[in-house]
């Protein structure tokens, strides 16, 4: 069990696991509970729309819960593991969500996207209006290859331009991921 990932509404934790009723090697589960003074109830997994025979996870939602971005390595991706995003018309329902998108080549590359961590910026004057950003982290992990990268997105998710490595935040030979 790895990864959580807290709903903005605190009711509900997304998390990765290889417990028994996965669909792959790691799926994405949620908890619930009814207040934020209320104890977890048993974890269910999100299901085979969200799911694949492959690995799943690194859930991140959105500031609006209406956004659902994970990355996975599920066949006809762009390599070894990409960022999709799938959407909810009614934030508070957890198994609501539509088929997954991948965020195709702005954001995924042959060296494995993973990490997805949406961030939606302020407007003006505080308001909700402005740019968001999705944060990932891109390489081999396992050759201490990942680094940092950015990609400016929609509210909707849609990626506006080609991630860019965030230099500053990056060190060479070891893993830069979040």
């Known amino acids: 069990d790895i990864n959580a990932t807290l709903s903005p509404d605190g009711l509900s934790l ?8 996965t669909f792959g090697n790691n799926d ?25 025979a492959s ?3 690194g859930a991140s939602l959105s500031y ?10 599920r066949p006809g991706g762009q390599g070894t593991a990409d960022i999709y995003v799938s959407r909810r018309t009614d934030p508070n329902d957890d198994f609501g969500w539509g088929p997954p998108v991948n965020l195709g080549p702005n954001v995924n590359t042959a060296a494995g996207e993973r ?17 968001a950003t999705l944060y990932f982290n891109r390489g081999n992990i396992a050759m ?3 680094d940092l990268y950015a990609a400016p997105v929609t509210r909707n998710g849609e990626p506006l331009g080609p991630a860019e490595l965030l230099a500053e935040l990056s060190a060479p030979n070891a893993n830069d991921a979040g």
């Open 14 to 21: 997304y998390f990765v696991s290889n417990r028994p009723g």
């Open 28 to 52: 994405i589960w949620v908890s619930r509970r009814s207040s934020v003074d209320s104890p977890w109830e048993t974890p269910a997994n999100l299901g085979p729309v969200i799911n694949s």
């Open 55 to 57: 690995d799943d996870g």
């Open 64 to 73: 609006d819960g209406h956004l659902l971005f994970f990355n996975s390595n």
């Open 115 to 131: 990490g997805p961590e949406y961030v939606a910026g302020a407007g003006e004057g505080g308001s909700e209006g402005g740019p």
């Open 144 to 146: 201490q290859g990942a």
